[in-house]
Structures are given as structure tokens and as C-alpha cells.
């Protein structure tokens, strides 16, 4: 069976916003994930990646737990720090890529996307 | 004894060459004079003219922001990390120096697998986040400054390093 052009589209934005469910299912998710598409090689501290998205750490904490439990993120430990950075998995790196690109350019995209975040938020 | 070219005709000119060879050299000046232009530059021309990859870790500027002044003299860096010939890498004093202590660190790998040869950290100055007592914060530097040539010595080619 040969698809068209709008299953193809319909198919990834059913994946995006699987990706949205599954993984980036808070606001500040959302920021994380943005902040680190657009600066892909950082890999700091829960309090200097708080700083760095203007969140409070205790917030961001949990979630960038949840991140890289979900494997959007890597975490080390060094000599009993926890340093946090993308997952290198070029999959991942290409789920990523493609949310922000649909965040970027796609407001249906967008509106779903905030859509279930709330939802999952209730 | 060769010289490490910056490529920037003028500064080279001044410094007889360039730099030496498997150096850390300090770039001082006030804010807005062009500190982070020079260290670009420097990563900039090393890698399309002179074919040595390059890594910056910067402490203080969003690697977003590297992209986006970079282009405005019409260097394109993500392509360059598409490339990998170029990483920036955001991060702060205290991880980069766990991060160098560290076997198999973030940095070394990046420098062992760009094959990177040249270094820019963008500033060194963040280390006095780290302490307030001058003897420590010296020993701090050092410490760091030997924990970049150190994976940078692995590198099967010289390096170069400028701070």
C-alpha cells in the first residue's frame, strides 16, 4: 500500500505528540528540552541548569529526572555530583529535533502539544 | 620554532607568528572589546584554514548565543558541529574541573573524538565563583589549565590552547 502525503504528516504528528504524552508531558519539560536543542552540548548542575532556564531547582529537578528516565537525557555522577546532559542516542537526538522544529513551525502542532499537557496536568 | 597561526593577520604579526606551540595564553580586557570575537576567530580559522578542529567551553554565554554571533561575521558554527569539526560546549568551573578529574569526561571525549586542537575557555575568570582565597583559586586554575592539555596531549597531532 503506497501512502500519501497527509498520512505521512498525520503519522508524525500523531509521533510528536506521543513523544509530547510519553515524555515532555510538563511546561518544564518543554523548557528543558527547548533549551537544550538550542544549546545541545551543555551538561551542568541541577542548580546552574535552574539558572540557566530561570526555573527554581527544586522544580527542575524531578522533572529532569523524569527526562532521563525517559531517555531524552543522560545523567553522571561525578565524585557524588549529578551532572545532566542530552542523551547523546542520535534517535533521541532526532525526536528532539523534530519536536522543536514542529513547536517552531507548526501552531496545530502547538496547540495539541499544550492541549495535553494540561490535560495531564488535571 | 613554529607557530601557532590565530589567522588574525595583525595579531599574528604582533606575536611574532602566532602562538607557541602547546600553550594556554590569556586574553584580558575590558568588557566589550572583543575577548570572545578573538577566541572565535582563533577556533574559527583554525578549523577552515588551517584543518584543526576546535572545542570552546564557555561559561557564561548560551552556546546559542556563540551560534548566533558567530554568523554575524558570516561564520557558520552549526554547520561546523554538524561536521564535527567544531563543539561548543556550556557547562561551569566546577563541573568542567570534576569533568577533566573525571576519566572518560565529557571534554576528553570530545577532544579524542574531534581530534581537537584548539581550546577556547570563555572565561577563566568563573573560577572565582569557586573561592575567594587568591592561593586556592590559583591552584584551582592550574589544576584546570593541566586537566585540558592532559586529553589535548592524547590528540595525535600538537596542540594549542587559548584562554
Given at each position: 500500500m503506497v501512502s500519501n502525503g497527509d498520512d505521512f504528516t498525520a503519522r508524525l504528528m500523531n509521533d510528536m505528540l506521543d513523544f509530547v504524552k510519553a515524555k515532555v508531558n510538563s511546561f518544564i519539560k518543554w523548557d528543558l528540552v527547548r533549551f537544550f536543542y538550542e544549546n545541545p552540548n551543555t551538561a551542568d548542575t541541577v542548580e546552574n541548569i535552574a539558572k540557566y532556564a530561570g526555573r527554581n531547582a527544586a522544580a527542575v529537578k524531578p522533572e529532569l529526572d523524569d527526562l532521563v528516565e525517559s531517555g531524552v537525557m543522560e545523567k553522571r555522577e561525578v565524585e557524588g555530583t549529578s551532572i545532566y546532559s542530552l542523551a547523546e542516542n542520535e534517535d533521541m537526538r532526532e525526536l528532539v529535533h523534530q519536536f522543536n522544529v514542529r513547536v517552531e513551525g507548526d501552531r496545530l502542532f502547538r496547540v495539541k502539544a499544550v492541549y495535553h499537557i494540561i490535560r495531564g496536568m488535571r | 620554532m613554529d607557530r601557532v597561526q590565530t589567522g588574525i593577520k595583525g595579531l599574528d604579526e604582533m606575536l611574532f607568528g602566532g602562538f607557541l606551540p602547546q600553550t594556554a595564553n590569556l586574553v584580558e580586557g575590558a568588557?566589550?572589546?572583543?575577548k570572545t570575537t578573538i577566541g572565535m576567530q582563533f577556533i574559527y580559522n583554525g578549523i577552515t584554514r588551517f584543518d584543526q578542529p576546535g572545542l570552546i567551553i564557555t561559561f557564561e554565554e548560551f552556546p546559542q548565543q556563540y551560534y548566533q554571533d558567530a554568523a554575524a561575521f558570516g561564520w557558520d558554527f552549526g554547520q561546523l558541529e554538524k561536521e564535527g569539526r567544531l563543539k561548543v560546549i556550556m557547562t561551569s568551573p566546577e563541573v568542567s574541573r570534576l569533568d577533566l578529574e573525571s576519566v572518560g569526561g565529557m571534554i576528553e571525549t570530545s577532544v579524542a573524538q574531534m581530534g581537537a586542537r584548539r581550546v577556547l575557555v570563555?572565561?577563566?575568570?568563573?573560577?572565582?565563583r569557586l573561592t575567594q582565597d587568591p592561593v586556592e583559586l590559583r591552584a584551582l586554575e592550574y589544576s584546570f589549565i593541566n586537566g585540558l592539555k592532559a586529553p589535548l596531549c592524547l590528540a595525535k597531532h600538537p596542540k594549542k590552547i587559548v584562554i
Open positions: - | 568588557p566589550g572589546t572583543g570563555d572565561s577563566i575568570t568563573h573560577f572565582e
